[in-house]
Structures are given as C-alpha cells and as structure tokens.
C-alpha cells in the first residue's frame, strides 16, 4: 500500500474478497463432498474385503487393509483438500476483515478531512 489508500481502492478489494469467499463457499463445499465420498467408499469397500476374507478375525482386518489402502490414501487426499480450502476460505475471511477495518479507517479520514483536503 504505496503511498496510502483511497476509498475506491479499498472498495475495490472488499468487492474483490467478498467474491472471492462467494466462490470459496461452493469450493469448501465440493471438496467436503469429495471427502465425505472418498470415506463411504472406503468404508463400503473395506467392508466388503473384510466380509470376503478367510481366516481369523485380525487376519481379515489386515487383509481388508491390505486391499483398500489405495481407497485410504484417495481419502487421506480428499480430506486434506477439504482442509485446505476450509484455510484458504479463513484466510480469505481473515484478509476481508482486515480491509473492512482499513474502509472503516479510510471512511472516517476521508469524512473529518474532506477527500481532497490532506489529513
């Protein structure tokens, strides 16, 4: 912020941000969705491993590991995707706040002063 702000610069990146947090709400929410499927498929599949497998009971839990752990790893993957976005989103948030408090700063130098006038 060279050479300081004026109200249209920090409307500007308000608009900006809250269009940005717009889109992150429909991102958090795919990638949420993305994890809660890569989790049920996990589940189902190692299920079903489980069921299928012969032998003892820890046996067939290690098996059923065994032949799901791509399915862990696609949802380890997906859950941190989620969590991703849901810290670009704060972040985001973080950055929106901010600028508020610069608008709110600017609104009131620009109001005692005049736009024009110096500080």
Not at 23 to 31: C, D, E, L, N, P
Not at 70 to 79: C, N, Y
Not at 97 to 119: C, D, I, L
Request: glycine content about 8%; aromatic content about 6%.
């Amino acid at each position: 912020m060279r050479g300081g702000v004026n109200p249209v610069d920090v409307e500007n990146e308000v608009i900006r941000l809250s269009s940005e947090i717009d889109k992150g709400v429909g991102i958090v929410s795919a990638r949420q969705q993305e994890a809660k499927k890569a989790n049920r498929d996990l589940d189902r599949a190692f299920a079903t491993a489980y069921l299928k497998a012969a032998g003892p009971q820890t046996e067939k839990r290690y098996r059923a590991e065994l032949e799901t752990a791509q399915l862990r790893a696609d949802a380890e993957i997906a859950e941190v995707s989620f969590r991703h976005a849901e810290r670009q989103m704060k972040a985001l948030e973080t950055q929106l706040s901010a600028w508020q408090t610069v608008a709110k700063s600017v609104t009131q130098m620009y109001g005692a002063t005049g736009p024009g006038r110096g500080h």
